[in-house]
Every structure is written in C-alpha cells, then in structure tokens.
C-alpha cells in the first residue's frame, strides 16, 4: 500500500484512534470546563476522521466508505501511528500526547491547505484551525503542570518522557505523499522545545523509537480500542439512528 491512498488513510486513522482515546476522558476530566474541552477537541478529530477517511476510500476505488473503513477493518489493517492509540494513562501523560499530536498536525495540516490535491487541500485549511486551538490547550496545560507544584512538575515530566519516543515515527520521510512528515520536523522541535522551556521542563534525550504503526504494526492496546469501537457496528450492520 503506497501514495495518496496510504497517506490519506493513515491521516484519517491518527485522527480517528485520536477521537477514540480522547472521548474517553468524557464524564472523568480533573474539572468540569476540561471534561466539554477534551469532548470538542475528541470532536474535532473525529470530524477531520470522517473528512479523510470518505476521500481515502474514494482514492482507493473499492467500495469502501468512512463507515465501513472505520468499522469493518482488524487492527492490522489500520494505519494510525502508535502515539494515538496509546493509554490516556495519568491526565499529564494525555496533555503530553496532545501536546505532541497537534505540534506535528499543526504544520501538517497547514502544509496540506496548499497542496495540489484540491481535497486534501480543502481538509487542510478546515483542520488547521482546530489543530491551532488543539495545540494552544496543550500548551496551556502543560506549561500549568510543569511550572506548577513539585509534584505536578514530577508527573508532567514522566508524561513528556513516556511519550517522546513515539514522536519520531510521525516524521517517517514519505516523499511520495502531497506533504512529507520529514520537511516538518524542524518546526515541530521548535514548537515543542518553547512549551517545554516555558513549562520547565526538560526535553528527554532521543533514543528509542518505536515504530511500525504506518506499516499495520500495533501495539496490544489497539486491538481493545477497536474492540470497544467497533462491537456496535459489527454486531447491528447497517445499523442506522
């Protein structure tokens, strides 16, 4: 699988699996203004899901529409980076992702609203502006906890440090696709290393870097996701409200 197929879906899988994970902090946020703002923000990845997931099973010319994508595919089949299916975990760790997902989509989506690919372009400029918001919410919080007491510092420093390593397979060169991930890197550093200096914090040392989940390779964590995500579909198909 390669080209604009395998771009758009693996795009449309992030935001997808991001929605997923993010939803389930509904009803368990730390305050009642974070539980509707995690809420939106899950909203808003899934609606950039459903945007790209229908224009990729359009490229890919097999039948195959944003439900059926969504709902009828094994986790090997998926294409979202191993970042976005991870455990929300302690809420700095889920801060951390967040902060690391909208610093790389940010760019991503900027670069896609002037692409040649007038769909995606479309995509692009819809989704940067929420990534925007997504990124300042992130940046906010973390910068909260980092400077915050001894004890939120330690925590958010643990959350950076779980998730850093799973932040190189974004970046993976994809040469052939309307916007490589690898030009973006450079901006997505700088981005990052302001917050955490902001924050206090320290940016941890590269070294391990998982990857894997471009190719259908995942971790365990995805397959209950998709579990719980799925069991309606499958279970009533062609179910409708």
């Known amino acids: 699988m390669n080209g604009p197929f395998a771009f758009t879906l693996g795009l449309g899988?992030?935001?997808?699996?991001?929605?997923?994970?993010?939803?389930?902090?509904?009803?368990?946020?730390?305050?009642?203004?974070?539980?509707?703002?995690?809420a939106n923000i899950a909203?808003?990845?899934?609606?950039?899901a459903r945007l790209l997931l229908s224009y990729a099973g359009e490229l890919e010319g097999a039948g195959r529409d944003e439900d059926a994508l969504a709902f009828l595919r094994d986790d090997r089949e998926?294409?979202?980076?191993?970042?976005?299916?991870?455990p929300n975990g302690d809420f700095a760790v889920t801060m951390a992702k967040l902060l690391v997902l909208a610093a790389y989509q940010l760019p991503l989506y900027t670069a896609l609203a002037g692409c040649a690919d007038e769909r995606l372009a479309a995509i692009g400029g819809k989704a940067r502006k929420e990534?925007?918001?997504?990124?300042?919410?992130?940046?906010?919080?973390?910068?909260r906890l980092g400077d915050g007491t001894e004890e939120s510092h330690r925590r958010m420093q643990a959350g950076i440090d779980q998730i850093w390593p799973y932040a190189h397979e974004l970046f993976a060169a994809q040469p052939e696709a309307p916007v490589d991930p690898a030009t973006l890197r450079a901006e997505f550093d700088a981005t990052v290393s302001a917050v955490l200096a902001e924050a206090t914090l320290t940016l941890p040392e590269s070294g391990w870097a998982p990857a894997g989940g471009r190719d259908g390779l995942h971790t365990e964590h995805l397959s209950y996701l998709l579990a719980e995500m799925q069991v309606l579909h499958r279970a009533h198909p062609g179910a409708r409200w």
């Not at 899988?13 to 703002?37: S, Y």
């Open 131 to 143: 990534s925007a918001y997504h990124l300042d919410h992130a940046a906010l919080w973390v910068k």
């Open 43 to 48: 909203l808003d990845q899934l609606g950039a």
């Open 13 to 38: 899988d992030d935001a997808l699996i991001a929605a997923q994970r993010l939803a389930e902090w509904t009803t368990r946020a730390p305050e009642m203004e974070e539980d509707i703002a995690l």
């Open 78 to 86: 998926f294409r979202n980076c191993l970042l976005v299916e991870l």
